[in-house]
């Protein structure tokens, strides 16, 4: 029995990662909460997913406790940038329920800005008895769940310009600027900045220092640790 202003929705929507590393593979989770009952062939929608490392449509192996509710498997559309959950024969979506769902792709080898994943639901609710006492009941049921933003961001693998400080083992610039050591190992000690709030530099991040021409080395590549 429902209250006459029930509205189907989402009562928890949140979505993670496990790496922002470009060309990497990245393990997204859902962890989602309805307060409607959804029953077999219906559907739970995330979009946003585009310019993931992905090709073409794929069926990818779904994780977590509750995979098999769907299957165990999520229809994953590079081009729309949408995952697909159906609900599995015999299987129900329970209400007040918090899935959490894993299925892995491939990050984009181009950096790109942060995105926002919505998530939506349609499907049928399913009724244990189409009669009860005597009176037909108007069942199934459909549910529709309208897109909403989920918290949470990802695919977060925008290159930015970092501000640094450098110092030498050997001198202190601009003190010694003409002072000359030929040969002698330096050790340069970089001191990093990051220049926003949402910018981050995860382990495995790689730091490019350009300008050393007059080195011997002309560039280094870093590694986050």
């Known amino acids: 029995v429902r209250s006459t202003n029930f509205a189907p929705r989402f009562s928890s929507k949140r979505v993670s990662e496990s790496t922002t590393l470009q060309g990497e593979v990245n393990e997204i989770t859902l962890d989602v909460t309805t307060n409607s009952v959804m029953g077999p062939g219906a559907t739970i929608t ?46 129900i979506v329970i209400p007040d329920h918090s899935f959490v769902l894993r299925f892995k792709v491939k990050n984009g080898l181009h950096a790109q800005k942060s995105r926002r994943i919505q998530i939506e639901a349609f499907g049928a609710v399913p009724c244990a008895h189409e009669v009860v006492g005597g009176i037909a009941l108007s069942c199934p049921e459909s549910v529709t769940i309208a897109p909403a933003p989920m918290d949470g961001l990802i695919f977060s693998s925008e290159t930015f310009v970092i501000v640094a400080s450098v110092t030498s083992s050997l001198c202190s610039y601009p003190q010694c600027k003409h002072s000359f050591f030929y040969g002698a190992e330096n050790r340069i000690s970089v001191n990093v900045t990051v220049p926003a709030a949402e910018a981050a530099l995860h382990a495995g991040s790689r730091l490019s220092i350009h300008g050393l021409q007059a080195s011997a080395s002309a560039s280094v590549d870093a590694t986050v640790s």
């Open 46 to 91: 995330a979009s946003g997913f585009a310019n993931s490392g992905e090709t073409g449509t794929l069926i990818l192996e779904l994780e977590g406790s509750d995979a098999h509710v769907f299957g165990n498997e999520i229809q994953f559309d590079s081009t729309s940038g949408k995952a697909v959950l159906h609900v599995a024969p015999h299987q």
